[in-house]
């Protein structure tokens, strides 16, 4: 095994195999495999690694005297190449372009550090945040279920729009945030993804921005729905739609919000109770289904105490979504290339959303959504 700016433990003393090299390796270590071979006398596979990382703790035995011209050149390229990004949205793409002709082996302490924190080799951050820091969630749902003044619950202020009035309701997207104990809550309001008489030109330049406010990826989708209200087949067929939308894998990072509780609590019945009623065969219990049994219940009339405690719950709902996945959030391909752009966009002072919450949509992002939906939505009505 040939071994290389890694963090190592030697374990061939304790090998029963005195003379193997047997090491182990830290979590979050980069490696190539050179070769592999098959001994058919041991009955053995021989892998033969290369390990690359970390970075700024690398051993320098054997490495021989570093060129001061070679890390000044290093230094300024790198800083360079990164002065045009957003560094806390570089996708795997980007920063393989941005490494592509520095010489790795002579960098700075300096940006040696940096390239650590930047591939997300330090065990306290990932390479986009944590998501102690930041949660990132987009509202979903038919138009007067309580969409938009749900998102006011989450941010704790009235921003979003909330009227009944038809003229009033949310026809572009929207974008608030919160500081709220230690994390910043980034919520997107959208408009009536799942309602069938908004033109489809409205709808794609509005997920356009959806995706452009949430790269490089959301932790959560929150399918809200008001318990008052019946769930229709063609509404049911729309909320299947995320997965066309958004990615297959979008429905594993769904919640959803089941709103008008009140009506529930004046019956003299629960929300478990109601969801316990559903009919097996019922829209509403299937796509409570296709979402992992996931949802939480809110009255976005309650007393301050009320939403805390409901945000508080769909916090830790949010947590174990995402606790098993690499990066802490969910993306895709189309969400990292989008995350490319908006970096490169932020980085030469562009406006991504005006004073009133309304989104600026960026005409590279909208380029590459419209063709991706136009794709993904055409394959979607083939197979159904």
Known sequence: MDVL???????????????????????????RVNNVKFDQGKNQHLINLELRQRFSRRHKKGLGSSNTSSQSQAQSSLAARLAAHDRNHLSHNVLSRILGDIDL??????????????????????????????????????????????????????????????????????????EYKDKQLIVVDTPGF???????????????????????????????????????????????????????????????????????????????????????????????????GRYIAVNNKGTDAHKENVLDDLLRIVHKMVSPTASGFYSTSKFEEVADVVGISKAQGHTMVNPDGSIVLIPEVKKIISVFLRQNLRKNRVQN
């Open 105 to 178: 082996f002579n960098l700075t302490d300096d940006d040696a550090a940096l390239l650590d924190d930047l591939l997300g080799f330090m065990p306290e951050r990932s390479r986009y945040g944590d998501f102690n820091k930041e949660v990132r969630m987009v509202l979903l749902g038919v138009t007067g279920n309580g969409k938009s003044s749900f998102g006011n619950t989450i941010i704790g202020n009235k921003k979003f729009k909330a009227q009944r009035c038809e003229s009033s309701i949310t026809r572009i997207c929207a974008v608030e945030k919160r």
């Open 194 to 292: 799942f309602d069938t008489n908004l033109p489809s030109e409205v709808i794609e330049d509005e997920i356009s921005k959806s995706y452009q406010i949430l790269a490089p990826g959301p932790h959560a989708f929150l399918i809200v729905h008001n318990v008052c209200n019946r769930l229709t087949e063609e509404q049911r067929a729309a909320a299947k739609r995320v997965k066309a939308v958004f990615g297959e894998l979008a429905a594993n990072f769904c919640v959803i919000v089941f709103t008008g509780i009140d009506a529930l609590e004046d019956e003299g019945s629960t929300i478990e109770e109601y969801v316990g009623s559903l009919k097996p065969d019922s829209n509403l219990k299937e796509l409570l289904n296709d979402y992992g």
């Open 5 to 31: 700016y890694a963090f190592i433990a030697d374990l061939s003393s304790l090998s029963e195999y005195a003379d193997e090299e047997e090491e182990l390796v830290t979590p979050g270590v980069c490696f």
